[in-house]
């Protein structure tokens, strides 16, 4: 399976790029992986609805054009359903298993995802109501992802 994760912003802190390539190391047992970082926009201070609107369009637009066709699109959006490991695990295996080969896992930057990329995903994921920073959530999801090939694969791994 090739699994990308097409993510808003650059990771900026070594402890941060640590832990990405340690899991991205461990996924490579399992799957194909690419991370696509595209350019965030900066939004000035008290933006209005209409100027954050317009930095999340601009982004979705450079998310958009790095989605394979082909690919299942799992958007990060606090919106979405929550899984425990043990459920996206059965979900990512019945990607497989309906003959999915190509994932594709989206974490919008600091205002979350434009309309035109949650229109796109085929499945919202939330990982909990509380807000994360993307260098942050880009660890947890490696982390969730590869825990989920662990279960899939009957391999132990600490609950």
């Given amino acids: ?3 990308t994760i097409i ?3 650059k ?3 070594k402890y941060f790029t640590d832990a990405i ?3 991205s190391k461990r996924l490579s047992k399992y799957c194909k992986l690419n991370i696509i970082e595209v350019k965030d926009e900066k939004t000035k201070e008290n933006a ?7 930095v ?3 982004e979705g637009k450079r998310i958009l054009e790095k989605i394979s066709d082909s690919s299942k699109v799992i958007a990060l959006a606090i919106e979405g359903v929550e899984y425990d490991s043990i459920e996206l695990a059965k979900q990512l295996e ?3 298993v309906s003959g999915t080969s190509d994932l594709t896992f989206i974490i919008g930057g600091s205002l979350g995802l434009h309309k035109t990329v949650l229109d796109r995903a085929d499945l919202k994921l939330s ?3 509380m807000t994360f920073p993307h260098q942050l959530m880009r660890v947890i999801l490696l982390e969730q992802i590869y825990r989920s090939f662990r279960i899939i694969n009957n391999e132990p791994y600490h609950k």
């Fill in 94 to 96: 019945s990607y497989r």
């Fill in 48 to 54: 209005s609805v209409t100027e954050e609107d317009i």
């Fill in 127 to 129: 990982f909990s109501k």
């Fill in 11 to 13: 990771i900026k802190d």
């Fill in 56 to 58: 999340k369009e601009t």
């Fill in 21 to 23: 390539d340690e899991y």
């Fill in 1 to 3: 399976m090739k699994i």
């Fill in 7 to 9: 993510s808003v912003g």
